[in-house]
């Protein structure tokens, strides 16, 4: 917890990016401790998916383009300062009549939590509560957060989508974006070294077993910890490793562009088809118990769909803001190549 | 098999979220438009149908997945969610009608697949909203609603780089707000157990005055404040309206910030009671002075303007102070004439944002200093954007007048000095409008056109849907059985249902 | 008592950091990793508000050895907190891809020197 603070105190008085991005992956990661200690085993492996995973991809994909030195600036913003003191004391003012953390008699745990902990695994029949609920009894809001993250596949493509293809691959080389500034060199889909053997060999090795891990937790989502996102966050980091090792056109020969929006749309369409065939048998949107003759099994079914469509649009999504902000190096490459000549 | 009808109020919900997708699949430049506008004029349908049945038979509750709440996810159409519904849909249909045309002079043709794709989301996201009977469920679609909002905003680009960082500041500021609501609703959470809506409201009054609650009560304020652009907090819409394309400007305009006002009647009457939210949170005196300011700084703003969406922008940051005011006001005309205003306002500045996209499209500026002369060469466009002025100060029988008018009579409901200073403080604001509209007049009429140009009008496809705007603004200020009527039912049943 | 708030307490800490990280820096990464600091902070209240002293994850344990049924922690909170975190992830993207166009178009990412330009909004 200490280390939380510590952590986050870090971050924002240091003052490379590079180095506060860091922080924020290692706060992140401990944050996902903390959730293992505090129960939360789903929301633990998410986090350390997404936020000391992805979140630092995507950040460092960003520095790498835009820079990483912070311009110097010691001053102390008093403004903020006492909205923050104040929004602070507020909340600090309201936890002395919060329940105490904890207690089993709180409202949290005696309104209505105990449903889903009592009857869930008779209802729908799925050991993991927390997929239950997930998926079921609050699948509308799976289905709505499937929706955000496909909208923000969308706004990523519109905002960040090259205007032109770029005119051969072979022109693809190393150029410098900003040196100055950055220290580091251009084209991103460069990225992949073809002359260093280790990582060519060990991510050979590994790739495989990520996918198959990734399939394992959407597929086990139902009984541990695990889900459709979660394995989509898997799997889109497999292909993201081997574009960066095997450099970035080979994974496009894989899946490209145009499979990746079809994806991240019928992701979103399964789900949503799930919902309107059970509409179309009679029940409410959503409603898995027709799906099948006996509601336990419809639930399953159910279930699995709906984690295969989150799984789909997760992964695609991944890829696609990954593909993007690659696909903007290279266009800044480009760009400085044709001012150079 | 059941009817279709009483699929209706998740429909409303997934026809333009399921469009989404497919309309992200779809090439070409007249296909992406065609579906998109298809899909709102459903929804627009759905809708009516659902305010109607609404209206004769009572709110409508729908179990998602079929699990009872406090469990499952509940929507509930009352007659408040249905009348956004209507008017979202609505004004979503005709700004799109519009947009066939408008759209192609801002955003590159590859990419209007996209683009209206997340027009579809955004519209998903603001019904999701309305219609939605869980706290938490509000934030996931405030969420769909902002992100697609954020990069709409971002594809004015093209006009002017500007829009980016306009873009990148709601960001920032929008999720913040978003995440104050969500702490709120947290902190309620943490109090009650629940996440519905109405079984909320069945359980605070035992643990009214306990802290969290009223801290939860702050941030939910605070956080939708934010979303409504509610002064101080309005300093990103400004921004995002001026730089953001037309079509975007104008539906957003006409909706988005209706919807987080929606969301704080919903908070103050049905959640909070406004016996709470009056009485022991004293939300009058918050936000009474606040929606005060809100006109009378914001008018004069907008006065000293050089950019005319700018302007139109600052305007509505003090038509939400009308708004606010009628809400703080506590009694059932103040909030009747919120309700009004809420869809007068909605109308009117559509209408005027769409024929100043006329302009826009025609002479590719919307300063002042490029519209010198508007009114002869531009004189169908020109006459439609000073009605619309007319509405937004209120000149009798226009729709600003009427709202104007239940809001008077609310504030004279409140008698002694204060009703009648509030009364002084609306003439005032109405004094400062005129001037702001002025000073367009004074432009488009009584100054000579540059001599290279000649007349030319905007096409019928921009020309149509704005005139539906503007003269529906006035059907509605004549005949207003329908608006008034609706609010002040509405207004009665959320003042005596809490 | 007092170690009973002490998750809240933390939350609180993390949180008014990351809303003076937002408002003070004018690094637009900067504001953004603030941003993320600020939405860890709340899924740290609602996990805890979840927790049972006592409690095991809340997936059914299917041998009990000891005859003793567990306790489960709320799996609800979790859900909450697994939306939040991908609506956390979709913001940070959105901005990120943002900040990337800024600085393409305006050569900078710190917002002093964009509002110091002749056109910088």
């Known amino acids: 917890m200490l280390l939380l603070i510590a952590g986050t105190m870090a971050v924002l008085l240091v003052r490379n990016l590079f180095v506060a991005t860091m922080l924020l992956g290692i706060v992140s990661f401990t944050m996902a401790l903390i959730f293992i200690s505090l129960d939360a085993v789903d929301v633990a492996f998410t986090e350390a998916a997404v936020g000391a995973g992805i979140s630092t991809v995507l950040y460092i994909g960003t520095l790498a383009l835009v820079g990483s030195q912070e311009k110097d600036q010691p001053k102390f913003a008093a403004g903020p300062m006492v909205i923050c003191i104040a929004v602070g004391a507020v909340l600090y003012y309201a936890t002395y009549e919060m329940p105490p953390f904890g207690h089993a008699d709180n409202p949290v745990q005696t309104h209505v939590g105990p449903r889903y902990i009592q009857d869930s695994p008779t209802e729908i029949g799925v050991p993991n509560m927390v997929t239950s609920v997930l998926a079921s009894y609050r699948g509308y809001d799976t289905f709505g957060e499937v929706t955000v993250i496909f909208a923000a596949g969308i706004g990523v493509l519109l905002i960040l989508r090259q205007r032109r293809r770029r005119k051969n691959e072979d022109d693809e080389t190393d150029v410098p974006l900003d040196k100055g500034k950055t220290g580091r060199s251009g084209s991103l889909s460069g990225l992949g070294s073809e002359h260093d053997l280790i990582p060519h060999v060990i991510a050979k090795l590994l790739i495989p077993f990520i996918f198959v891990f990734a399939l394992y937790v959407q597929f086990h989502g139902d009984f541990g910890p695990g889900g459709g996102f979660q394995a989509g966050v898997i799997f889109a980091a497999g292909i993201i490793l081997y574009a960066l090792v095997f450099s970035l056109d080979l994974a496009r020969s894989v899946i490209n562009e145009k499979v990746i929006l079809f994806l991240i749309s019928a992701g979103v369409l399964l789900y949503g088809g799930v919902g309107v065939a059970s509409m179309l048998l009679g029940g409410n949107f959503l409603d898995y118990n027709v799906l099948s003759s006996d509601p336990v099994a419809g639930q399953h079914l159910g279930i699995l769909l709906v984690e295969l469509g989150v799984g789909i649009t997760v992964t695609a999504a991944m890829l696609a803001i990954f593909y993007a902000f690659v696909g903007r190096a290279d266009l800044i490459a480009a760009k400085a190549e044709q001012e150079k000549n | ?498 | 008592m007092s170690i009973g708030f002490f998750n809240y307490w933390v939350f609180i800490i993390l949180l008014m950091i990351g809303l003076y990280t937002v408002m003070s820096r004018s690094n637009l990464i900067k504001k953004m990793i603030g941003l993320s600091l600020f939405q860890i902070s709340v899924f740290l209240f609602y996990i805890s508000m979840g927790k049972v002293s006592g409690g095991t994850a809340p997936i059914v344990v299917e041998n009990i050895t000891d005859g003793v049924a567990p306790v489960y922690s709320n799996p609800l909170p979790h859900v909450l907190i697994l939306t939040a975190i991908v609506v956390g992830i979709a913001t940070t993207a959105l901005g990120l891809s943002l900040v990337v166009r800024i600085r393409e178009s305006f050569g900078t990412i710190d917002e002093d020197e964009i509002l110091e330009m002749k056109d910088g909004a």
Request: with cysteine; net charge neutral; hydrophobic share 55%.
């Open chain 2, 1 to 498: 098999m059941l009817s279709l009808s009483s699929q209706y109020p998740i429909l409303v919900a997934i026809v333009p979220l399921m469009a989404a997708p497919i309309c992200a699949l779809l090439r070409g430049k007249t296909a992406p438009w065609a579906f998109t506008t298809i899909t709102s004029a459903c929804t627009f349908y759905i809708s009516i149908q659902l305010l109607f049945s609404v209206a004769s038979s009572g709110p409508i509750s729908y179990e998602l997945g079929g699990w009872a709440p406090p469990w499952g996810i509940e929507y509930v159409v009352d007659l408040l969610s249905g009348f956004m519904l209507v008017l979202i849909s609505g004004i979503s249909t005709g700004v799109l009608l519009y947009a066939r045309e408008s759209i192609t002079k801002e955003v590159a043709p590859q990419q209007l697949g996209l683009f209206f794709t997340a027009y579809l989301l955004a519209l998903t996201g603001m019904l999701g909203i309305s219609i939605t009977g869980d706290a938490f469920n509000v934030f996931v679609f405030l969420e769909i609603m902002s992100l697609s909002s954020y990069a709409l905003i971002a594809m004015g680009e093209r006009t002017d780089r500007r829009a980016l960082t306009a873009a990148f500041q709601y960001l920032i500021i929008g999720t913040v707000g978003a995440t104050f609501y969500l702490i709120g609703v947290g902190l309620i959470y943490l109090m009650t157990g629940t996440l519905n809506i109405a079984d909320i409201a069945a359980r605070l009054p035992e643990i009214e005055g306990t802290r969290p609650i009223l801290a939860a009560a702050g941030f939910i304020v605070i956080g939708i404040g934010i979303k409504l652009a509610l002064f101080p907090f309005h300093v990103w819409l400004p921004n995002s309206y001026t730089y953001a394309p037309n079509i975007v400007t104008a539906f957003f305009a006409g909706t988005a910030t209706k919807v987080g006002v929606y969301l704080l009647i919903r908070f103050i009457f049905t959640v909070f009671g406004e016996n709470y939210s009056f009485g022991e949170l004293g939300l009058t005196d918050i936000l009474l002075p606040l929606g005060v300011l809100a006109f009378l700084t914001m008018s004069s703003v907008a006065i000293y303007q050089t950019n005319i969406k700018r302007l139109l922008a600052y305007s509505s940051v003090a038509q939400m102070g009308y708004i606010i005011l009628g809400i703080s006001l506590a009694s059932e005309s103040g909030l009747t004439a919120a309700i009004l205003h809420i869809f007068n306002h909605a109308i009117v500045k559509t209408g005027l944002f769409l024929s100043l996209g006329c302009m826009f499209f025609v002479v590719g500026s919307t300063y002042l200093k490029d519209l010198e002369g508007i009114g002869k060469r531009m004189p169908i466009t020109t006459f439609g954007f000073v009605l619309g002025g007319f509405g937004l100060i209120g000149v009798p029988l226009t729709p600003g007048f009427i709202s104007k008018w239940y809001l008077v009579v609310a504030a004279l409901e409140k008698g002694s000095i204060i009703g009648y200073s509030l009364v002084a403080l609306l003439m005032i604001s109405s004094l400062l409008a005129v001037l702001y509209i002025w000073r367009v007049v004074e432009v488009a009429y009584f100054r000579d056109p540059p001599d290279s140009v000649v007349k030319r009008e905007a096409p019928m496809s921009l020309l149509v849907p704005t005139w539906i705007f503007i003269l529906g603004s006035f059907y509605f200020g004549i005949e207003t059985s329908f608006n008034v009527g609706i609010a002040k039912v509405a207004a009665a049943f959320l003042m005596g249902g809490a």
